[in-house]
């Protein structure tokens, strides 16, 4: 059987890039060692998230399916920072661990050209560099044009509890035992990486009244970029906050050189990351902390773990009880499941391009964990760009490469191939230099013709979606053209919203760029007459209000594309160039960047090296 | 043939020696009037120990190098002296080079000459202006040089301050549901943004004292034609006994010369009168005298006691009045015709000679001449440095501005980033992955 693509692996990276490819006509195979299995989310119960939340908009914008079964799966939903800008207003779901990965199987199962297939891949058919198919535990072969490695945290994955190291995947799974070695052995440079997740109680033993109840929103938000679904925000399952005692820290204190970080062992080589560190490691390194947050998440409507966010720790289980006890509203908790870390194999990602094909081996892609990072959203995103850049090269067609301008999953992808990363690589907003473009309202307006473009969003959805543009444009000239003049009335009702009067007539354009107008204000008062959807009236506000900031910004993108443009022949020798710092030649050489901007970015290459760059290709290939 | 063209090569106001070099025919021509030994048979490649001497005074003690053509960076003929002298000392011997006959050299123009008689390729030489004109590493460290001690680590202080602020904002985007990490509201920066707009003010205002020790203080002088804008300047010179020089291809337009306040150089500079006529070649004159007007730390304007005031002097007003200046009323010795009054204005007769000397104590006063003090060298600058302070403060201000107006936090906090990035050009430092690094370090998150 010969497939378009193989995609090795059915997490979220999996299951994004083997629909998206499958959506546009491509024969694909979706390979995973447990069918039962797929989309699974074996650490926190939760979908999006600072930054994150963006990502899962941007996938749903390209079409691809995560927000949609998040939506469809949630337990609670919650806009953060919504007291601060726009810009970085982030969506993020609690979703129920169970009926998440049953949706996306259903949805798996129901696409067409998709296979889906249990199996361990064990190694690639490799031949010139140029992947031609897997190789599966039990020897079979299968053979594809394309192969797409989502492998998650299953190379060589071992578990760390305490003092004891086990070979295993999360929850008990088959780790690929050889893959990574293979991977090596055709010229991949792997990394170690680590990470952890902590504890899960049992929902019964745990004494809710001494915990501060945190509630979902009262306004429905969705991750469906499409259109929007009103819910009951009233049906919605709370987290619960708490805080660590001093007994808790005692405990740690006392048994820290039984923690598998602390405790002097030298077999642990995995690099964990530092933005979610171990609760013995945030005492440690913050000692005049009294106390830490901890979050108690619903995992499931249908069983009774809780997860204990802000508790992640590699102590062993007797500690783990002891610390677990200390807690307010846990004093009687029965821990269901302990806390551990997961060490596994990554590759270096600078050995992949922007288009998430990799350059060691021609025709194989990667995507998610595989490539360095931590997060179901940044795996999902990376997944299906690697579906559709596998689909389109197979319809001889450019990648899709999203710039850092239009989206987080391109600064994302960029940061990767570009910067690579030692330890597993968050999304963080402040990675985003122009995150004022970035938001979670318009991940639509920037990403949907690029949807359509690759064949992911069909005709009626990219035209519901121009209509919207359209009346985005309406509704911005018409606020032009309405002028308010300056009749006592009018300078009446101005005083009442705490607005200074006008001398002369201004248009609702020039009025909502002040601070205390909004449309509300002008829908409230009929100066407007309500005529659009909330989402044209959200559009058109935020145009207006933060035209400076935005103009600026894309000023600054403008100045990055320029870089952007000039691209860099993918056979340059950096070897002929005279002049360059070494340094920068050995980057030059591992990156090898596709465009001087993407060079720019290196660190280690100076601007005095670009310059000699520019210069040797304007002779090189100019003359 | 070229002209013979020198410069200071070394970074301003650092270190105990500062390098002359000389390149072109003329080298050994011009050290040779001005060295205590002939050089005339030196060897190439060769270092002679002597004085710079004007007139018979010993101006400095130096050492000479002495590189023939055509083994030399621009394969002319270069002569370097090793001023030791300070700051001072190294400009007077510069100065005595450009009078006996060189000509101060552009920026890469040593660099230029090195290409143009073939001792670089054009890679080289191309590479290396563009370090010159981009943020390179050279410029960066030129400036690092140049801003090193006190005032770099004042702005590593502000940094600190700005990073403070700036990654506890990011944490909060972040990290919105961490309860025990401080919110970070603009009522709560306000006060600190202000501060640090007031310390950016101070290392600007100090940096600008450093580029008057550095560079001295342009001054311009404008006015309308006969006001006396050239009688006050070469009245002016004629006290100082400095030099008038006629800068080629602009005859008779601007005339420009040098005199020394409290010790400290003054180019004034005077510019074509401003007339009433649309003759294209008067309008070239007031273009001129906008582009003194902006380049200048100071602008003198003249008035005339005996005339009316007109449009344009009222325009020209109009456009200084954010700059430094003074406004002298000349001639009055004659009747007042003039309707105008201003606070401050110093009145002179040039044709009698009185209040010159004020004009000289009002520049003084202008610059706090009397009180910069040559040992406060951290903050000796150049103008890039300055430039980006200037840059930084206004983000600053802007994002003042921002809380003022009570704007989302989050994008004020983009204005402070971009304050920091800049201070940071300034010192060699811009890396946003430190940010992120800061984040990690100074507060504790995860799950």
Known sequence: MNYDIIVVGAGHAGCEAALASAKMGKNTLLVTSNINNVATLPCNPSIGGSAKGIIVREIDALGGTMGRIADKTALQMKMLNSSKGPAVRSLRAQVDKVTYPKEMLKTLKNQENLTLLEGMVEDLIVENNTVLGIILEDNTKITSKKVILTTGTYLKADILVGSE??????????????????????????????????????????????????????????????????????AQVPCHLIYTTPETHKIILDNLNKSAMYGGRDDITGVGPRYCPSIEDKIVRFKDKERHQLFIEPESIYYDDMYLQGFSTSMPRDVQEKMVHSLPGLENAKINKYAYAIEYDAIYPTQITRSLESKVIKNLYTAGQINGTSGYEEAAGQGIIAGINASLSLENKEPLILKRNEAYIGVLIDDLVTKGTIEPYRMLTSRAEYRLILRHDNADIRLTDYGYKVGLIKEDRYNKFKTKKENIKELLNLLKEIKLTPTISNNELLTKLNSANIKDSISLYDLLKRT????????????????????????????????????????????????????????????????????ARQKLLKVNPTTIGQALRISGVNPSDISILMIYLRKKYNE | MEDTIAAISTALGVGAISVIRISGDKSLEIINKIFDKDLSNAKSHTIHYGHIIDNSEIIDEVLVSVMLSPKTFTKENIIEINCHGGINTTNKVLELVLSNGARLAEPGEFTKRAFLNGRIDLTQADGIMNLIEAKTDISRKMSINQLNGEASNNIKKIRKKLVDIVSNIEVNI??????????????????????IKEELEKIIKKSEDGKIINEGIKIGIIGRPNVGKSSLLNTLLEEEKAIVTDIEGTTRDIVEGKIIINGFVCNIIDTAGIRETDNIVEKIGVNKSYDIITSSDLIIMILNNNERITEEELELLSMIKKKNHIIVINKIDLENKLNLYVEDAIKISIKDNTGIEDIKTRISEIFNLDKITTDDMSYLSNARSISLLKQALYKIKESLANIENNTWVDIIELDLKECWNILGEIIGETYTDELIDEIFSRFCLGK
């Open chain 2, 174 to 195: 972040d990290y919105p549901e961490y309860e025990d990490i401080e919110v970070v509201t603009s009522e709560k920066i306000y006060p600190l943004v202000l501060n």
């Open chain 1, 165 to 234: 190291r086990t070979r295993s995947g999360p929850s008990g799974e088959k780790p690929s035992m050889h893959l990574s070695d293979k991977l090596a052995s055709y010229g991949f440079e792997i990394l170690r990486l680590k990470t952890g997740t902590p504890q899960r109680i049992d929902k019964n033993s745990i004494d809710f009244s001494k915990t501060q109840v945190e509630p979902g929103d009262k306004v429905c938000y969705n991750f469906n970029t499409e259109e929007h679904t009103e819910y009951d925000t009233t």
């Open chain 1, 516 to 583: 205390e107008i909004t449309i509300n204000t002008l829908l409230e008062n009929t100066l407007l007459e309500d005529s659009y959807d909330d989402e044209v009236y959200e559009q058109a506000e935020i145009t207006i209000k933060y035209a400076g900031y935005i103009n600026k910004i894309n000023k600054e993108a403008e100045k990055m594309l320029k870089y952007e443009e000039k691209q860099i022949p993918q056979d340059i020798d950096y070897n002929k160039i005279p002049n360059l710092a070494s340094e």
